[in-house]
């Protein structure tokens, strides 16, 4: 039987989640407040989100991990 300290630990931020928040903390970068507030002013949370993890798939996978039909098929 798992403990009750277990079911109540906190789950561990992300490194990235981290750093985001010491941007915006110490101001190391003023532009990705500006970065922030254009992408909400321009796109949806959910456009942003799939923009995001488009992103990612060509910077993890490279020029084939993209479905390039799929991106300008949406334009």
Known sequence: MASASANTRQRKRSALAEV???ILEK???P???EQQRLEAS???QVENE???SRCRQLLDGGHAAISWA???GER
Do not use: G, P, V
Request: glycine share 0%; charged share 40%; with cysteine.
């Open 50 to 52: 799939m923009a995001r």
């Open 31 to 33: 532009d990705y407040r």
């Open 70 to 72: 799929e991106i300008l």
């Open 42 to 44: 321009n796109h949806s």
């Open 20 to 22: 985001e928040e010491q």
């Open 27 to 29: 101001d190391w970068c």
